[in-house]
């Protein structure tokens, strides 16, 4: 595997590896000294062009973990904000002796693009509304842990809010059904991408209407733009008829989990404080992800798994 | 006195005639057309066509203001390697073709190049706000036939009534570039189930609808004449076709990359295959050939857009919309049109003279008399695109390692030949 | 290269019942030699080396029957020094659910070939904690060294030639010959 940029890319095989993967590295980090040498004079450079601070610093902690060097780039203090363009960007770190790109970008294909710019390998850490691939690992990995289960077949899943704007939607999506889920997509219609059909999902328009029967509560965030666009007419009636609220937290089965990508809305998706949900999973899903990305930089840079087999 | 050119051996199309004759060029004439003619210098045009001189309605020469990526002269160039000999120059440039001077600027840039007439449209709108009108009588008294203010449609539904009504007094017809803008923001690709998985705004079908529907009713109502520029959904075609039907002024054109690639392209997540209007879908693509077929899409305009590299090296949505077109559409129209030969000769030569009303030295039958303004194309010929080795200054071409059929082996323009055996000749 | 069916057919270098003996002479061993368990700890190597750690850990419980010495398991695969240079494949998980600091460790392998994975096993045992002292014990000791590793306990010390192949299990320790000189 030399990328991680989309879950269709990753396919099922290439998922369930890294989730069993990703116990190796969960291990590593329950000992009191959490560090191997195995990424070793590997250097892991991280091109931020979206402000995230908990995921990037997620994949730093993982690149030391793993004793790799680390590289930030600062966009905001970059020449691609003077007109260099991202193409020489690229050329110029990869110049520098770089292994491996972790990438988020606010447009789609970026991924894409740069892997025709350098022989590094590029891991999508969020391109756009298209794919979120290593938040898919870690949701899919906290859902296994919680379970047990090692597919997800006959599991119903929900996942509420802002479809068409997210990219953890999609790779979810995609995650999700891969491992045999059953996935519904509760949204209002004009939160949900124009055309569905060929998802392999359910569409519902009514929170209350499916809330006691799912096994995996997903919600997302909804951006406060969202209202300026006319996508819903205030975020309190949005909250109202999609927000996690005390009457809904009662109504979810007993064994029911409720996960949330962050950076969470209070008062808009999330009504309630999570630490007051029973079945809760927010705090594992920040807790699993250094060991995810863990897994996946062993994967793409130490496993050998791109030698084809021949030393 | 110079020197006289035969073109030999090739088929020589006409409206209501093929056959396989020589011409003979004196000066800047044609002055004979028969068998076993001689002259001082001979072109072969065996296993070709000839026919008069490709008109392309819509082509982006990008100066003045964007000359990085394109100029008069090296646009020029690379349609006369298409076998143009007259390009219609889009006003879309900087300063915009809203003044005599930039037309007159323009016009002269083509003398000097020299290599096809470069005819100027005008904008229909002043710098192309869309706020008020340009003054089109003005342009028109100095040559301007056609107007338009392509990259943007004319958003003020009043605003366009006034356009017509006023064209119509001048014997002008009007372009529209028919995009409704609120329902196109940060647009990248048609919407449709790819846009879908990729998580991209899309650019939905009724965008263009709505403003061809609009317009046709304005020209019902104003008596004007109006052209649509490239068409590209199934619903337009048949909103054009019922138009032409009730006997209105309506013109239509369509693009050989609207005529050959789909939506899906899209995914490769290139920058090459985003333009305006978007790659659309197969069923689009039927709808569009079978409007060439039946009449009621007249021509195949290139809407030839050149872009820098670096441009189209950015992230999808932000790198500008647009793909190269003059040298590739003959050979996209021959492998994928699904017309006849002539069809293609009246779709790319006959129909776009007339509607840029230039038909006086192009789009003629190859007679003697006529101006010669002449393209020799071997329809079989199959060649694969290389983006290095085309005049354009730019390589945004969607067509890369795409095998095309039809190349053009020689053109003459105004008598002189422009390219000979596939190379520019200046 | 052509690559023929080996011809040759393993040979037994020790039996089933040599290498249960062999087990229940290294516990004896590692007990004389550390004066009792106190603060002793085994440690088997994935995968190899842990059925062999059990078996030893077992024994020693039957010798000095008051105490129970903790056994773990420990993956090196991340500690190896070839990493990216062939494909990794990982054992199973390292569980090492007990405090090494101050202990005696015995990690126990079952083939001591070129002492890279005791290598490795010694810099993975550091981050659980400071072990007082490490101890090897191997069911076999078959040559060819390329680091300064030497075991403390051995079954039986076994020539061999680089491309041989030596398993061991239950059943016996087996060596198939290798004439082609695999890497």
Known sequence: MKHLRSIDELGLDGLTGLLQLTDHMAEINQRPVPKVPALRGRTVASLFFEDSTRTRLSFETAAKRLSADTMTFNVSTSSVNKGESLRDTVATITDMGVDAFVVRHKSVGIPWQISQWTTASIINAGDGAHQHPTQALVDCYTIREATHAQNFSGMKIAIVGDIKHSRVARSNIQAFTLLGANVVLVAPPTLLPPDVSHWPVSVSHKLDEIIDKVDVLYMLRLQSERMAQGHVPTLREYSEQYGLTQKRVLALKSDAIVMHPGPMNRGVEMQIDPSDVKNSLIHRQVANGVSVRMAVLFELLGSGSSLGGQA | ?426 | MSKSVSSSPSREAMTAADVRRAIVRIAHEIVERNHGVDGLAIVGLQRGGTWIAEEIAAQINNIEKEVKVPVGALDVSLHRDDIGMRPVSLGAISNIPFDLSGATVVVVDDVLYTGRTVRAAMEGLNNYGRPRAVQLAVLVDRGHRELPIRPDFVGKNLPTHRGDEVSATHDGVFVTPNPEGKP
Request: hydrophobic share 40%.
């Open chain 2, 1 to 426: 006195m110079s020197k006289s050119i035969v073109i030999k051996g090739g088929t020589v199309i006409n409206r209501s005639s093929q056959e396989v004759a020589d011409v003979k060029i004196e000066n800047d004439c044609v002055v004979e057309v028969g068998k076993n003619l001689k002259g001082d210098i001979q072109l072969d045009a065996s296993g070709c066509i000839v026919s008069s001189g490709f008109v392309d309605l819509h082509a982006h020469l990008r100066e003045p203001g964007k000359e990085e990526a394109e100029t008069i002269e090296t646009g020029s160039r690379a349609g006369a390697l298409g076998g143009y000999t007259a390009l219609v120059a889009m006003p879309n440039t900087d300063p915009p073709q809203d003044s005599v001077a930039v037309i007159d600027f323009v016009r002269e840039q083509g003398k000097r190049a020299g290599l096809v007439d470069v005819v100027p449209s005008g904008c229909i709108t002043l710098g192309r706000q869309g706020e008020s009108l340009a003054p089109m009588a003005e342009l028109a008294n100095a040559g301007v036939t056609l107007f338009t203010d392509d990259g943007n449609g004319v958003q003020d539904a009043a605003l366009m009534r006034r356009a017509l009504e006023y064209a119509k007094g001048l014997g002008i017809t009007l372009a529209q570039h028919c995009e409704v803008a609120e329902l196109t923001k940060g647009a990248v690709m048609n919407e449709c189930s790819c846009c879908t998985d990729l998580g991209l705004p899309g650019w939905p079908s009724i965008a263009e609808e709505l403003m061809v529907f609009r317009d046709i009713e304005l020209v019902r109502i104003t008596g004007a004449s109006m052209h649509f520029l490239h068409l590209s959904t199934m619903r337009s075609v048949e909103l054009v076709r019922a138009a032409k039907r009730d006997g209105l002024a309506i013109t239509a054109e369509v693009t050989p990359h609207h005529l050959s690639l789909t939506q899906e392209l899209l995914s490769s997540y290139n920058p090459v295959f985003k333009v305006n209007p978007p790659l659309r879908s197969i069923d689009d693509i039927r709808a569009l050939k079978a409007g060439l077929l039946d009449g009621t899409i007249d021509a195949i305009a290139t809407d030839h857009a050149p872009h820098p590299r670096r441009d189209k090296e950015m992230s999808l949505d932000m790198a500008p919309p647009g793909m190269l077109g003059l040298e590739t559409a003959l050979g996209v129209v021959l492998a994928e049109g699904g017309c006849e030969i002539r069809d293609v000769v009246a779709l790319m030569s006959w129909n776009p003279a007339k509607i840029a009303r230039i038909d006086a030295e192009h789009g003629r039958d190859v007679v003697a008399g006529i101006k010669a303004n002449l393209c020799v194309f071997d329809p079989q010929l199959t060649w694969s695109v290389d983006p290095e080795r085309l005049a354009s200054k730019s390589i945004n071409t969607p067509y890369v390692g795409r095998t095309l059929r039809g190349r053009v082996r020689h053109t003459m323009f105004k008598g002189t030949a422009t390219v000979i055996d596939g190379q520019a000749q200046k």
